[in-house]
C-alpha cells in the first residue's frame, strides 16, 4: 500500500501531530520541530516528549519527516548567518534522534548573489561541522531537491550528487519534490521525461539515495524556476505525474507527503485524488 499523507502543524506541543494526522487519514507526516518563520529554539520538556512517543506507538503513523526551518542559510556569506544556521540545523536534528523520528528534510542553501561554486562549498563546510556534531543513527539527512528560485543550491541533479557524495557514510539521502523538479525543467509528467530523470538519478546519485516524496502539483508553468504548490491535479504537472510516480516500483514504496495549500478539508481532498490514481496489482497468473 502506498503511503499517504501531509505537512501538519506541530503548534502547542509536538504530540498533537498525530491527532491531526488522524484528523485526515494520514498514514505518514511532515512537521516542523521549530517555528519555521522564527528563531528562537524550544527545548522540549520529558512530559511532551514522551507524551509525543506514546501517541505515535498508539497510532502506528510512520514514517515520520522532520522539516527544517526555512530561515536557514547554509549557503551564506554573512558569517553570522551561517553559523545560526548551523547551530539550528544541529539543535533540530538532536531532537530528531532522540524522538526516533525517520528523516530530516531540508534546503540546502540559496546562492543569492554569490556564484554557485561558492555556494556549494560554504554548504559542504557547514554539513561537515553538522556531521561533526550529531551522530545520526536513527534519522537519515535529506537534501531536497528545489526550483531554483533565487539561486536556490539543489535544482539540478549535478548539484544534488555535489551536496551528498562527500558524505557518503553518513546517513543520507534525498527528498523529492515533485514541484520543484518539475519548476526546475524536469518534464516528469510524461513518461519520457519521467523515465529520463529516473535515469539520471539513478546514475548521478542512485535512485534508492531518495527516501521522501514530497508530492505537490505546480502553480506555475514548466521550467519555470518557481516554488509555488497547487493542489493536485489543479496545477501544471496535471494528474498523469503523479500516476506515474504512484505506479512506480520504487517510488510507489516511498512516503508521499502533501504539501499543498491548507485550505478546509483539501488535504483529504488531495490524499484521495492520489489514491484514486494507483492502479490495482495485476493479477499474477500461471
Ligand atoms: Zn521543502
Redesign the pocket.
Known amino acids: 500500500m502506498v503511503k499517504l499523507g501531509a505537512h501538519v502543524s506541530s503548534s502547542k506541543s509536538l504530540d498533537l501531530v498525530f491527532d491531526r494526522a488522524l484528523e485526515i487519514g494520514a498514514d505518514t507526516i511532515q512537521f516542523f520541530v521549530r517555528s519555521p518563520r522564527a528563531w528562537a529554539w524550544k527545548e522540549r520538556s520529558d512530559i511532551e516528549k514522551q507524551a509525543f512517543t506514546e501517541k505515535r506507538k498508539k497510532t502506528g503513523i510512520n514514517p515520520l519527516i522532520v ?1 527544517a526551518s526555512y530561515l536557514f542559510n547554509l549557503a551564506s556569506e554573512e558569517q553570522t548567518l551561517r553559523q545560526k544556521s548551523i547551530n539550528g540545523v544541529i539543535e533540530e536534528l538532536r531532537l530528531c534522534e532522540e524522538l526516533g523520528i525517520e528523516y530530516y ?1 531540508i ?1 540546502a542553501g540559496k546562492a543569492k548573489s554569490l556564484n554557485e561554486e561558492k555556494a556549494i562549498n560554504n554548504i559542504l563546510r557547514a554539513m561537515e561541522i553538522i556531521f561533526k556534531n550529531v551522530s545520526l543513527k536513527n534519522t537519515i539527512f535529506l537534501v ?1 531537491t528545489l526550483a531554483g528560485q533565487k539561486g536556490e543550491i539543489g535544482k539540478t541533479t549535478r548539484e544534488i550528487q555535489a551536496l551528498i557524495q562527500p558524505f557518503e557514510s553518513e546517513n543520507i539521502g534525498v ?1 523529492l ?1 515533485t514541484c520543484h523538479i518539475y519548476s526546475a525543467g524536469y518534464k516528469i509528467n510524461e513518461k519520457k521525461g519521467f523515465k529520463d530523470y529516473q535515469d539520471e538519478v539513478d546514475t548521478l546519485i542512485g535512485i534508492d539515495k531518495i527516501k521522501v516524496i ?1 508530492c505537490n502539483d505546480s502553480k506555475t508553468p514548466f521550467n519555470s524556476r518557481k516554488d509555488r504548490h497547487e493542489h493536485i491535479g489543479k496545477g501544471s504537472i496535471g494528474l498523469k505525474g503523479f500516476e506515474l510516480f504512484l505506479n512506480d516500483e520504487y517510488f510507489s514504496k516511498l512516503p508521499f507527503i502533501l ?1 499543498t495549500p491548507k485550505q478546509g478539508n483539501m488535504d483529504i481532498i488531495n490524499m484521495e485524488k492520489l489514491r484514486s490514481l494507483i492502479k490495482a496489482p495485476v493479477a499474477q497468473s500461471g
Do not use: A, S, Y
Open positions: 522539516h528534510v534546503h531536497e527528498c519534490d514530497h504539501e
